[in-house]
């Protein structure tokens, strides 16, 4: 069976983002929006017959988080998952000159706060051009498919669905920021395209940055803080900020502008930035809510006016952005949509999903479709890749194997501890779904603040997202059709009164960030829920990643000791294994 590869991820001077883009923001400080950004969240993917089989971030295995650069160790991986094949080869980036021409046009031809930087939007496209070049030599063919049509490819055909409309939102490719496309049978066609000058998600990171978080990295603790918000106290500011166009377009102007005119409009507006270690104020949780507000609204808006135009009723959703399932939420209850698929991984490690598919359908047109049922889609380890493991920490732990592991870590986990649960194949994306997952009683309301200062290590107003069953998730959701949520990545209103039950799931805002778990596609999970809940009488668990703050989601079993043994965690559920200390 031919397989077909899709890689993500564009050769730097170094694999750690942060240092990444400091260096791209040295080389051109006089543009917000660098091209040289894009190379991180590496990853790869192979496809067989229209079926992504294996996928896996560069991250998770260099544990570089957001890992910069080509993805020699996740293809490495994705070749020896197919017994070696070395099948076509699809590429996230087409940097040619018709995408540097629209790049220089979303600038006003090179105008840029009244200074020519037209040069230097050249010079910084060339130079990855060159790169994407030399990567290429070193693939003799690779195919090239541009950033967003690898976004888009990725949410539609994984989707299940026969007609969508896809809507890819993120920072920007080669020059898009922003596209809406028509999937059907033929494949997937663009109908609009934004360019840079139209990136919420390029707004999104501003104004990360401007609350002390870092940006392309924090955004979700934006999202987070915005439901503390009380009102739109900055709706003006944001609706100067995005200028709305015909047919559900829209512009930001500000994108234009130099840092330095940039701060000359928004300080007053919005008082000075927040520094990282300065505690964060009722004004920065204004600002916060009314971006949140402003994406949503201007998304509402694009969605509407094209769905309302082509009658469609499915929606599919890619790129960064997407990943905030508030704005998710808010599609999902709009009632435009019957159905909504947002691909778990969004973000550009996705597009090496979108790229293995988009070169399948190429050569296969007529080749069968399925759909993405679940993210399982990385390594997994036997008992006695464990074993080994396990003896190479020596006293450091305790290792049992219980007859009933379900029940075991059910029981612990409703007496207050809390648990790491190792399983199976690794998740891709961003999102633990119960096989690299932290996991507690989300009845006890204290167990958020627990898990995000001991656990976590990270900010307390933070949420955590609940893992149903989908036999109960009405009980406590409100919801559409279950598959929707089995990927975490829709927020739904949590249903009075049992949302009192479960109050360290339930956000401020009143809704929940569910995943519901079905027993056709996580067994393992789906037991463990329904053992808590009889012996709780509660099916719901808090799920979250396995990690702590500024490292990936674990991978292998001495990644999960590891991690276990540096945190808070009261036991560890490794395969069959129960891990606890001395």
């Given at each position: 069976?031919?397989?077909?590869?899709?890689?993500?991820?564009?050769?730097?001077?170094?694999?750690?983002?942060?240092?990444?883009?400091?260096?791209?923001?040295?080389?051109?400080?006089?543009?917000?929006?660098?091209?040289?950004?894009?190379?991180?969240?590496?990853?790869?993917?192979?496809?067989?017959?229209?079926?992504?089989?294996?996928?896996?971030?560069?991250?998770?295995?260099?544990?570089?988080?957001?890992?910069?650069?080509?993805?020699?160790?996740?293809?490495?991986?994705?070749?020896?998952?197919?017994?070696?094949?070395?099948?076509?080869?699809?590429?996230?980036?087409?940097?040619?000159?018709?995408?540097?021409?629209?790049?220089?046009?979303?600038?006003?031809?090179?105008?840029?706060?009244?200074?020519?930087?037209?040069?230097?939007?050249?010079?910084?496209?060339?130079?990855?051009?060159?790169?994407?070049?030399?990567?290429?030599?070193?693939?003799?063919?690779?195919?090239?498919?541009?950033?967003?049509?690898?976004?888009?490819?990725?949410?539609?055909?994984?989707?299940?669905?026969?007609?969508?409309?896809?809507?890819?939102?993120?920072?920007?490719?080669?020059?898009?920021?922003?596209?809406?496309?028509?999937?059907?049978?033929?494949?997937?066609?663009?109908?609009?395209?934004?360019?840079?000058?139209?990136?919420?998600?390029?707004?999104?990171?501003?104004?990360?940055?401007y609350l002390g978080f870092e940006a392309l990295e924090d955004e979700y603790k934006v999202m987070g803080l915005a439901a503390y918000a009380k009102g739109d106290e900055h709706r003006a500011f944001f609706d100067a900020t995005i200028e709305l166009l015909e047919?559900?377009?829209?512009?930001?102007?500000?994108?234009?502008?130099?840092?330095?005119?940039?701060?000359?409009?928004?300080?007053?507006?919005?008082?000075?930035?927040?520094?990282?270690?300065?505690?964060?104020?009722?004004?920065?949780?204004?600002?916060?809510?009314?971006?949140?507000?402003?994406?949503?609204?201007?998304?509402?808006?694009?969605?509407?006016?094209?769905?309302?135009?082509?009658?469609?009723?499915?929606?599919?959703?890619?790129?960064?952005?997407?990943?905030?399932?508030?704005?998710?939420?808010?599609?999902?209850?709009?009632?435009?949509?019957?159905?909504?698929?947002?691909?778990?991984?969004?973000?550009?490690?996705?597009?090496?999903?979108?790229?293995?598919?988009?070169?399948?359908?190429?050569?296969?047109?007529?080749?069968?479709?399925?759909?993405?049922?679940?993210?399982?889609?990385?390594?997994?380890?036997?008992?006695?890749?464990?074993?080994?493991?396990?003896?190479?920490?020596?006293?450091?732990?305790?290792?049992?194997?219980?007859?009933?592991?379900?029940?075991?870590?059910?029981?612990?986990?409703?007496?207050?501890?809390?648990?790491?649960?190792?399983?199976?194949?690794?998740?891709?994306?961003?999102?633990?779904?119960?096989?690299?997952?932290?996991?507690?009683?989300?009845?006890?309301?204290?167990?958020?603040?627990?898990?995000?200062?001991?656990?976590?290590?990270?900010?307390?107003f933070r949420p955590f997202a609940p893992a149903v069953p989908t036999e109960h998730a009405d009980d406590f959701f409100v919801l559409r059709k279950h598959r929707q949520y089995e990927h975490m990545t829709i927020t739904v209103p949590a249903r009075a009164p049992?949302?009192?039950?479960?109050?360290?799931?339930?956000?401020?805002?009143?809704?929940?960030?569910?995943?519901?778990?079905?027993?056709?596609?996580?067994?393992?999970?789906?037991?463990?829920?329904?053992?808590?809940?009889?012996?709780?009488?509660?099916?719901?668990?808090?799920?979250?990643?396995?990690?702590?703050?500024?490292?990936?989601?674990?991978?292998?079993?001495?990644?999960?000791?590891?991690?276990?043994?540096?945190?808070?965690?009261?036991?560890?559920?490794?395969?069959?294994?129960?891990?606890?200390?001395?």
């Open positions: 069976m031919d397989a077909y590869f899709g890689v993500a991820g564009l050769e730097a001077e170094t694999s750690d983002q942060a240092a990444h883009f400091a260096a791209s923001s040295a080389a051109f400080p006089e543009l917000l929006l660098p091209l040289t950004l894009i190379g991180h969240d590496a990853a790869a993917a192979v496809a067989q017959n229209g079926r992504i089989v294996f996928a896996v971030e560069d991250e998770r295995l260099s544990r570089t988080k957001h890992h910069v650069g080509f993805p020699e160790m996740a293809l490495a991986s994705c070749r020896a998952a197919v017994g070696g094949s070395r099948g076509k080869i699809a590429h996230y980036l087409d940097p040619n000159d018709a995408h540097l021409a629209k790049r220089l046009a979303s600038f006003g031809g090179g105008a840029f706060g009244g200074g020519a930087v037209g040069p230097s939007v050249e010079r910084d496209f060339r130079a990855v051009e060159a790169r994407t070049a030399r990567m290429r030599g070193t693939h003799p063919g690779m195919i090239a498919v541009s950033h967003h049509a690898a976004h888009a490819a990725s949410a539609f055909f994984p989707s299940g669905f026969d007609r969508a409309l896809v809507l890819v939102l993120d920072g920007y490719g080669e020059s898009l920021a922003t596209s809406v496309h028509v999937g059907d049978e033929r494949g997937v066609r663009p109908i609009v395209e934004l360019a840079t000058e139209g990136s919420l998600g390029a707004l999104y990171a501003l104004v990360t940055r047919d559900g377009a829209f512009t930001l102007p500000d994108l234009r502008m130099t840092p330095f005119a940039l701060a000359g409009r928004w300080f007053p507006a919005l008082g000075r930035p927040r520094r990282d270690e300065q505690p964060i104020e009722p004004r920065h949780t204004a600002i916060a809510g009314s971006l949140q507000r402003a994406l949503e609204r201007t998304v509402l808006r694009l969605v509407t006016h094209h769905a309302e135009k082509s009658g469609i009723r499915n929606l599919c959703l890619a790129g960064g952005v997407a990943l905030n399932c508030t704005m998710n939420g808010v599609l999902d209850r709009s009632g435009l949509f019957d159905e909504i698929f947002v691909q778990p991984a969004s973000g550009d490690a996705g597009t090496a999903i979108g790229g293995a598919l988009a070169a399948f359908y190429a050569d296969h047109p007529n080749g069968p479709r399925a759909r993405m049922n679940d993210a399982y889609l990385g390594p997994a380890f036997d008992d006695a890749e464990v074993e080994r493991a396990l003896a190479s920490f020596g006293s450091e732990i305790v290792v049992a194997r219980p007859a009933d592991i379900a029940r075991d870590v059910a029981a612990r986990i409703a007496n207050g501890e809390v648990v790491g649960w190792f399983r199976g194949r690794m998740e891709f994306g961003p999102r633990a779904l119960g096989n690299r997952s932290i996991l507690a009683d989300p009845r006890r309301a204290e167990m958020q603040d627990h898990v995000n200062r001991v656990v976590k290590k990270r900010e307390q049992r949302a009192k039950e479960i109050p360290a799931v339930v956000h401020v805002d009143g809704t929940s960030r569910v995943q519901v778990v079905t027993k056709e596609t996580n067994r393992a999970f789906w037991e463990l829920l329904t053992r808590f809940g009889q012996q709780t009488g509660v099916p719901v668990l808090l799920n979250t990643s396995f990690n702590v703050r500024g490292e990936p989601i674990v991978c292998t079993p001495t990644d999960a000791v590891r991690c276990f043994l540096g945190t808070g965690l009261d036991a560890l559920a490794l395969e069959s294994f129960l891990v606890t200390r001395p």
